[in-house]
């Protein structure tokens, strides 16, 4: 079965420091992987998702995510964090059911990413 | 996020009540979505519906019922609750079943008293 796993319950950072937000996967077959965040008191927005082409992705809000597959990895990184990017962050791959007549996404357990002024 | 509009954003009810919750999409969408978010815990797909038709349920207890009138609309009827159905519901959608970006509303958040 598919899954994700975010090994951070919190990652604190300073403000204008990197920030890097893990998740590793597994999956059979090629992965197809995704970062939503949700900002307190609403639902998850969609921020970058990788199918395949260049291992880096670029998303909202300057975010970006590096696939490594000899790691099972895709972490959420960005240059330079700011105090708004602190939110809930969930890693999620897609599972595909039903033949391939439905796509699932399965979340991991989200990681809170705290900036500091 | 007046994509995926969600009411009430907050419900209180005790445990012989009846409630429903409702999602609205505004976005054209086939196919939605209820979760179950709780703390710590991943995200639970709970029903999916295309074109209103129901074609997953997740092994999600009686006490739960959606209902999907169209396909804008989606409802999750609730009656004789239990405290740990405490928890935040979210809608999504998808453009269809095999899309991969889901849209998501802000959630209710339910408590069981």
């Known amino acids: 079965a598919q899954s994700v796993a975010q090994p951070e319950d919190q990652v604190n950072v300073a403000e204008g420091n990197p920030l890097t937000v893990k998740c590793t996967y597994s999956?059979?077959?090629?992965?197809?992987l995704f970062w939503y965040v949700q900002y307190p008191n609403r639902g998850l927005q969609f921020l970058l998702k990788?199918?395949?082409?260049?291992?880096l992705v670029k998303g909202s809000y300057g975010f970006e995510a590096e696939f490594n597959k000899s790691q099972t990895s895709f972490h959420l990184k960005k240059p330079s964090a700011l105090v708004s990017d602190s939110a809930l962050y969930f890693c999620a791959v897609r599972d595909i059911v039903w033949g391939g007549a439905t796509n699932k996404l399965i979340f991991g357990t989200g990681t809170l990413l705290a900036v500091q002024p | 996020e007046t994509g995926v509009t969600q009411t009430p954003r907050h419900l209180v009810m005790g445990m012989t009540n009846k409630k429903s919750l409702k999602c609205e999409q505004h976005l054209g969408h086939n196919a939605m979505y209820w979760y179950k978010q709780s703390a710590k815990k991943p995200l639970e797909l709970m029903f999916v519906y295309s074109l209103e038709e129901r074609v997953e349920n997740n092994s999600v207890p009686s006490r739960f019922s959606p209902e999907c009138p169209n396909s804008s609309h989606l409802f999750l009827h609730l009656h004789t609750l239990q405290p740990e159905d405490s928890a935040l519901y979210l809608c999504?959608?998808?453009?269809?079943?095999?899309?991969?970006?889901?849209?998501f509303g802000p959630g209710t958040r339910l408590t069981v008293l």
């Open positions: 999504a959608s998808s453009q269809d079943l095999v899309a991969d970006t889901q849209y």
């Open positions: 990788y199918i395949t082409g260049d291992n």
């Open positions: 999956v059979s077959g090629n992965p197809y």
